[in-house]
């Protein structure tokens, strides 16, 4: 943690975003920076296709415009996490495999928004986007924490 904060004090965007490391704290710190951006492709994506698309339509609809914005932002997560956070290759699988698992650590994450979207969204009729925000720092820590266990866990 007392690297982390170093870190930041100097304003060392290098260090930060960039170099390799194995440093736990500055590998969160980096992924809920890159978790971010995935965030605004995935929010964006979502309210596009919910508003344009599928004109608010409840019920499959919404479900449909998530796994369309889910899949728009597991390709934005996965590539920028392989810049930024993950930089070494994982030891249990190649380039293909390491994206497909990725991508089922994922899904989990989706299943716990749909439970979330059709819980919150269609039993009790709160708006599709505050539930989609309040499953979407839950998935983050699910996302980050099974990534880093199952695909980057150092022997």
Do not use: P
Not at 77 to 104: D, H, I, P, R
């Amino acid at each position: 943690m007392k690297e982390l904060f170093s870190l930041i004090r100097r304003l060392d965007f290098k260090g930060l975003f960039y170099q390799k490391t194995d440093n736990i704290f500055i590998q969160f710190f980096r992924y809920c920076f890159v978790g971010g951006i995935a965030t605004v492709v995935e929010g964006g994506a979502l309210w596009l296709i919910q508003h344009f698309l599928f004109r608010e339509a409840a019920g499959f609809f919404v479900f449909a415009a998530q796994a369309i914005a889910f899949i728009l932002g597991l390709i934005a997560n996965f590539a920028l996490s392989k810049l930024f956070v993950f930089q070494e290759k994982s030891e249990k699988t190649n380039a293909a495999g390491e994206f497909v698992a990725y991508g089922v650590i994922g899904v989990v994450g989706l299943g716990i928004k749909w439970l979330m979207l059709w819980g919150f969204n269609t039993m009790l009729g709160w708006h599709y986007m505050l539930v989609w925000l309040v499953a979407t720092v839950l998935v983050l820590i699910w996302n980050y924490a099974a990534r880093r266990i199952l695909l980057y866990r150092r022997k």
